[in-house]
């Protein structure tokens, strides 16, 4: 095993994890076993197999995924799908109980990511041996570069970086170790030495941290021993394809945008779905990935970072764009209706009157819209009867005005023809802005078993909806 003197997380020798041991949902916050909120989101040790090649700070954990699968009878045999599936933890978790899963994903870096982890077919030993030679060689190169001559990006492909991301010795030995890897591309561990390279270049040699939001450590890591670091990640993606099921079935990941489903899906092919789309506040999602997408290459320049921003849910003021029309769909929706013009009024007390600010009221809107959109394009794709999971939270990120995401969504599902089970409580997170706590939820619908007849016998109406709440 190689060691990393950065990395302190050992090699993942347990067990996938026995999902009748875990409990249903209510009983993690209430009943015995229960999840402190502190840690209802954090990757459990035993669920580091495959989920842990790279994670971002979006992603919601493997036991979430456990809890809803079992609760809605997803076993070996059907398929499950993720529309906004990030870096994979739904695909991966139905692949590593035997379930076949389908992910959808408009930011290239994140479907490189699920796509890389949901591939066991590479050879453990072959993926070691072509990580020790290509480790070698780098090590060889960085040792004969000349301080002065250290490998930098190009000008535009820095610019799109946060500040200091990275201190120029390291981004000189993880440039110098892509070159390596991109000379001799092996086949068919490239891609798997590629995912390695991005976790590395984040989570160990960067200067960047997550607290949520991505930004620069005061404290930056000047050198980092880039080669070591990555061997290290290279070993423990070696060790998990050792314990899981080689033969498990296989997962697919589209790249490409929840909004339009038509060409990616069977009809009625899809027994559930667990999904966490973004929600709508001020985060701009592509920072997240920023210095391993511009330094893999997957963004070049600022034309390609408003391609991806582009095909993404509109959900904060710096992906707005002048043709967007996601907001027809929820046109005669009188509550989102109202939302957006608060929204607005708020602005106009507050006196705010920078062009961001001019566009939360269009986010509002917008990101309601895609998301009627989405649900609307996914039905003819889903079994009678298939369960849903939508987990999104509560935000006042615009003018500190309430936006109940869960019950919305509910109500736009119910319109759309959805059977809304419940609203759950999955945690509460503390609002920086106003200090008030903020309900993430797990928003669970089901399509009717009969489309043409549907009896809120079994689940709410839009009406009904604004008198649910789970109170955990
Ligand atoms: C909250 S994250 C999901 C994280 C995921 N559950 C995980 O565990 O990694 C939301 C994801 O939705 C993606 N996304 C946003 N708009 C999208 C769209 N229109 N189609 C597909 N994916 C989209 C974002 O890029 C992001 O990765």
New binding site residues.
Partial sequence: MVQCACDNITSPAQQIPDMSQIALMPDLFEGEGARPNAIANRLDASDRVIHDWY??V????PHL?RDYLERFGVAPGVTVL?????????VVEAKLHGICGIG????AL??F??SVKTDWSVNPDALMACAQMIADAAEKKIAASLPDELRTLSAEAESLLLKESISPLPLHKALVLLETIEELRVQPCYRHLRLALARTLVYDVSNLHFGPEVGVKRVKLEDAPVVACWLATVQRMADDLRIVDRTAPPAVIHH?????LANLLQPRSIDAVF?????PNEKD??R??RLESVVLGLIKNKDDLRL?KQ???R?NSRNIYKNDDDDRWIAQNAEIQALAIEIEQRRIELGKTSGFERMYARVTRHYFG?MAR?LAELRPFLKPGAYLGY?VGEQASFFQVLIQTGRLLAEIAAELGYKVVDIDLFRTRLATATRQQMREEVVVLRWPERCASQSPKDGHTAQDISRIRIIC
């Fill in positions: 994670r971002f979006l992603s919601f954990p995924v993720d529309p906004f599936c990030g870096t994979g933890t739904t959808v994903e408009a930011n994140a479907h990511a699920g490409a945008d929840a909004r339009r999904t966490s789309p973004p929600y999602y592509t997240t990935t991806v095909g993404l849910l959900s895609g989405h987990v």
